[in-house]
C-alpha cells in the first residue's frame, strides 16, 4: 500500500546508461522487477523499441535482463549450466551453440576458468560475474543491475563496466 513512484516519465536512449541512487527502501529494486516484468504496476506503459509492455501485471519480457544483488544462481548447476539454462530452455539454442557462446563471456568477465565449478565454490565477486554473463547470454535489449559492483574489487569492477 505505499507509494514507490508516481508520475515516473523516463526515456533512455540505446547506448545510454541511467543510475537510480537513493537511500534504502525507497524502491530501486522494485522499479527494476516492475522494469522487467518480476511484478506488476499499479498503472502505466513501457514502450522498448516500439513494442508496448503492460507494466500492470508480471510478464517477464526476454528483452530486458536483471542482475539482482543476491545473485540467484541456481546451487544445483555449474557456472556453465547457470549460464546456458535460458537460453537452451527459453530461446531453443542448441547446447553447443549455448556452451560457446557462455564459454566467450565467462572469457571477457576474466572467470573462463570457473565454467565446471557450482556456486558454493565461487567468491561473491565471482558470482556477481556469473549473474552478469548469465543476464548477457540472453541478450537484454536493455540491462537492470541492483547493485553491479557491490561484491566486485576494482579490476573486477573495471572488467564489468567494460
Do not use: H, W
Amino acid at each position: 500500500n505505499k507509494v514507490v513512484f508516481k508520475k515516473l516519465n523516463l526515456e533512455i536512449n540505446d547506448g545510454e546508461v541511467l543510475s537510480i541512487v537513493g537511500p534504502s527502501g525507497i524502491g530501486k529494486t522494485t522499479l527494476l522487477k516492475i522494469i522487467a516484468g518480476l511484478c506488476g504496476a499499479d498503472s502505466g506503459k513501457m514502450v522498448i523499441d516500439g513494442q508496448k509492455i503492460n507494466v500492470t501485471e508480471k510478464n517477464q519480457n526476454a528483452l530486458i535482463g536483471v542482475i539482482f544483488q543476491d545473485f540467484n544462481l541456481f546451487p544445483q548447476y555449474t557456472v556453465l549450466g547457470n549460464i546456458t539454462l535460458a537460453p537452451r530452455i527459453v530461446k531453443n539454442i542448441e547446447t553447443d551453440q549455448a556452451n560457446s557462446k557462455a564459454k566467450k563471456i565467462l572469457d571477457e568477465l576474466g572467470i573462463e576458468d570457473k565454467a565446471d565449478l557450482y556456486p558454493y565454490q565461487l567468491s561473491g565477486g565471482q558470482k556477481q560475474r556469473v549473474a552478469i554473463a548469465r543476464a548477457l547470454a540472453m541478450e537484454p535489449k536493455i540491462l537492470a543491475y541492483d547493485e553491479p559492483t557491490s561484491a566486485l574489487d576494482e579490476f573486477s569492477t573495471g572488467q564489468v563496466v567494460e
